[in-house]
């Protein structure tokens, strides 16, 4: 009985913690700025972690993976373009505090190179891949041992074909025989990001539709995030921006994604001055709250992606010479996958507003946030397998673990089945 019961604390243990370390989440936020940055903030490569060993007779055997390119500028050069006409207009107009003032001319200073590069990968982005692959190979080396085949798959976009050829030639380091074969086109959006493939591949599953009756994400930000504050500090009168499309929120929403966007391709903290941690911390909370919003239904429409990682892995369960399947695309798209599978609990929807902090948060989906199903085998051929999330061990709340965070693939395809009965395809 008492080795049942350590047994069972083994087991559950590791996901108690995990939800209950949740619950200090602004605490963790203000004590480290760079977790404020979000979804925009650079993939921490001094946050790699040390891996649960596999129960007794099991050995790693293939990888399923998806990637978020790593670092870029600004997605959009509207985040550029903006910012400049707003200053030029503060300037012009005569309205700029003397803070104002000094933050435009820094800005002015530094947007050229970004605004024409806008979306492309900047070198810290293939550096992060890099690491990562050399990571999953040093850890896993006996999936990739000998003349194996990895296939890997990107978006169209520039900062995800060149993110999986950085990841890919981390894996090469370690074994130059592996076969490694790169594809990219409009087809495969339809695996890699879904929603923005063709229209003709798009597809639809019942539960898309938003039916939550939560405050919606702008309400949220103009009760929470006290941006009125911020715009003081800027400017002496801040009613110019009416003349701006969709005004003084759109303004400060791009001025929050430069802020947490810069430092993927700016060493020097610039800027970070404008905001106090307190102003940061209310900030941070409102751009996680649509960052919620946006998984509730968002998750559904991550069902092909799920079908493609099954459907490939238990191709390569009968092809010994399989050693990874690759996936390199967008934060939406690893961020609809991961609260789709409720990994850590992410896809938890709390009853208040308040309360999406705790289950989720957008910081876990950096620029080159990587998820990996790592799969295991005994000479009997009993598959396990365990999911790692940015280089760390991760955790399905929904299954019983074998052992720490190694479940049975079984039990997996029991809950996935189960969800694909739930939210059948449309016609």
């Known amino acids: 009985m008492k080795k049942l019961i350590t047994l069972l604390l083994g087991a559950l243990l590791p ?37 649960s060993k596999a129960p007794a007779g099991y050995k790693p055997f293939y ?28 300037a012009e107009l005569d309205v700029l505090t003397p803070y104002g003032k000094d933050f435009a001319r820094k800005y002015k200073e530094v947007y050229m190179e970004p605004y024409i590069n806008a979306g492309d990968l900047v070198p810290l982005g293939y550096d992060q891949h890099l690491a990562i692959g050399e990571f999953v190979y040093g850890q896993f080396p006996q999936v990739f041992k000998g003349r194996k085949k990895v296939e890997a798959i990107s978006s169209t976009g520039q900062r995800c074909i060149v993110s999986m050829g950085a990841f890919t030639l981390g894996l090469k380091g370690g074994n130059p025989k592996l076969t490694v074969r790169l594809h990219s086109d409009h087809v495969g959006m339809g695996i890699v990001a879904p929603p923005s493939a063709p229209s003709s591949l798009v597809r639809h599953f019942k539960g898309e539709k938003d039916e939550s009756e939560m405050e919606s994400i702008q309400a949220f ?29 759109d303004f400060v929403h791009e001025l929050w994604q430069f ?62 010479n399989q050693a990874a399947h690759l ?37 876990n989906i950096p620029m080159a946030a990587t998820l ?16 790692v999330m940015n280089e760390n061990d991760a955790y399905l709340p929904q299954l019983t673990p074998v052992q720490g965070n190694f479940y049975r693939w079984s039990d997996f395809r029991s809950w996935t089945d189960q969800l694909l009965k739930e939210h059948p395809e449309l016609s």
């Open 327 to 363: 996936r390199f695309g967008h934060d939406y798209i690893l961020e609809g996958l991961v609260t789709l599978i409720d990994l850590n609990g992410w896809g938890t929807i709390p009853e208040k507003p308040e309360q999406a902090k705790y289950w989720f948060q957008n910081y």
């Open 221 to 249: 930000f103009e009760r929470t995030s006290g941006y009125r504050e911020v715009l003081d500090k800027l400017f002496t009168d801040s009613r110019f921006l009416d003349s701006f499309k969709d005004g003084a929120a």
């Open 63 to 90: 990888i399923s993976h998806y990637g978020r390119h790593g670092s870029r500028y600004a997605w959009d050069s509207k985040t550029y373009t903006l910012l400049r006409d707003v200053f030029d207009k503060a």
């Open 15 to 51: 996901c108690l913690l995990l939800h209950a370390q949740q619950y200090q989440v602004l605490e963790t936020v203000k004590a480290d700025i760079r977790k404020s940055y979000g979804m925009e903030g650079p993939h921490r490569l001094d946050e790699f972690g040390t891996l």
């Open 372 to 387: 990996l199903f790592v799969f295991y085998k005994n000479k009997k051929g009993d598959i396990l397998f365990k999911v």
């Open 259 to 320: 802020l947490c966007g810069y430092h993927n391709y700016e060493p020097r903290p610039l800027f970070d001055d404008l905001l106090s941690p307190e102003q940061r911390l209310r900030f941070w909370e409102a751009d996680n709250y649509l960052s919620f919003r946006s998984d509730i239904t968002a998750r559904y429409t991550m069902i092909p992606l799920l079908q493609d990682i099954i459907q490939k892995a238990e191709a390569s369960f009968l092809d010994p």
